[in-house]
């Protein structure tokens, strides 16, 4: 059963452009997580999306950040215009959803801004 | 915010058990205890979680009070690549609280 996949896992963009990145959760998990880590920081959470709803993005930026999770393929967490302060490690994890279930998270995407 | 207060960091030397404490006096009844490490920039990694009664898996033992207010997270025989920050996560059991909040961890480092 593979884990979690991120992909790309190093993202490279200009000041201004849009960074898409991906996250295909394990066989059978309905329930995705998106957390930033800044340089030196912690996780911090972004928001919760199960297939076809967002339930929780009480930690999204107001602007320029969105994500998805659609009824066939990958979640995607979208950062349009992006700027500097936008650079760091994109985490997601995903869940079956049901109680008493673990999280297991991907690798990462490492966003970098030029 | 992190319902959990952990000490900065901890040392330990390599082979001996590592037992890494947590506080969280305001969990609730519907809330349980996680515990993740996340070594150097690598994505978080799951080691077990409980409710109230002790667990043990292939990785660690967790030791929760009986009252629930703390826990302990114990690592049987450290060895240099369980050097890492361990976080200790109470999550609500499932809706739409039920996100892991991250604090800032403990950070282990295991001596030679």
């Known amino acids: 059963n593979a884990g979690v996949m991120q992909n790309p896992r190093h993202l490279v963009r200009r000041r201004g452009q849009e960074a898409r990145l991906r996250c295909s959760p394990m066989k059978g998990h309905s329930h995705v997580y998106w957390y930033r880590q800044l340089p030196e920081e912690g996780l911090k959470f972004m928001v919760y999306l199960q297939k076809e709803n967002i339930i929780d993005e009480s930690g999204m930026p107001k602007e320029r950040f969105s994500a998805e999770f659609p009824k066939e393929g990958p979640s995607i967490l979208r950062i349009q215009q992006v700027v500097r302060g936008d650079s760091a490690a994109y985490f997601c994890a995903s869940s079956p959803g049901q109680e008493n279930t673990e999280a297991f998270f991907g690798q990462g995407t490492r966003l970098t801004v030029v | 915010d992190a319902k959990t207060t952990q000490p900065t960091s901890m040392d330990c030397a390599e082979g001996r058990a590592a037992n890494l404490p947590c506080n969280h006096s305001t969990i609730s009844g519907n809330e349980y205890v996680y515990w993740y490490r996340q070594i150097h920039s690598q994505g978080p990694q799951y080691i077990i979680h409980g409710l109230k009664n002790n667990e043990t898996n292939e990785m660690a033992s967790l030791i929760i009070t009986e009252d629930r207010k703390s826990s302990t997270l114990i690592l049987p025989h450290a060895t240099l690549r369980d050097t890492a920050v361990y976080y200790c996560?109470?999550?609500?059991?499932?809706?739409?609280?039920?996100?892991?909040?991250f604090g800032k961890g403990i950070t282990l480092s295991v001596r030679p």
């Open positions: 996560i109470v999550r609500t059991r499932t809706g739409a609280n039920s996100k892991l909040t």
